[in-house]
Nanobody, 121 residues
Framework: QVQLVESGGGLVQAGGSLRLSCAASGNIASINAMGWYRQAPGKQRELVATITSRGSTNYVDSVKGRFTISRDNAKKTVYLQMNSLKPEDTAVYYC???????????????WGQGTQVTVSS
């Protein structure tokens, strides 16, 4: 079974920093794109940042210049460094990855369980 396990959320004051991690484990043959999404109370889940297997990145406009996504392919882990946090960044952050396992090599989207990020003003 493929799993994504997130860590690194918490409570931080505005202007502070947090680093989220998401590790993939299980019967993994390959990992394509990885990314982070977030969902604030009463809002739809939105894309925050993505990174391809070759390292190309994409960010939602509201986090450009503040957040950095990276990955360690050997560790099957994606990171989200969040700096200059704002109260509007408060949300549950979810890891996402397109993974092919050894059963049939079909790419499937997997999600982590989510980690809470709360930014106080």
């Amino acid at each position: 079974q493929v799993q994504l396990v997130e860590s690194g959320g918490g409570l931080v004051q505005a202007g502070g920093s947090l680093r989220l991690s998401c590790a993939a484990s299980g019967n993994i043959a390959s990992i394509n794109a990885m990314g982070w999404y977030r969902q604030a109370p009463g809002k739809q889940r939105e894309l925050v940042a993505t990174i391809t297997s070759r390292g190309s990145t994409n960010y939602v406009d509201s986090v450009k210049g503040r957040f950095t996504i990276s990955r360690d392919n050997a560790k099957k882990t994606v990171y989200l460094q969040m700096n200059s946090l704002k109260p509007e960044d408060t949300a549950v952050y979810y890891c996402n990855a397109d993974i092919a396992d050894w059963r049939d090599f079909t790419l499937r989207a997997y999600w982590g369980q989510g980690t809470q990020v709360t930014v106080s003003s």
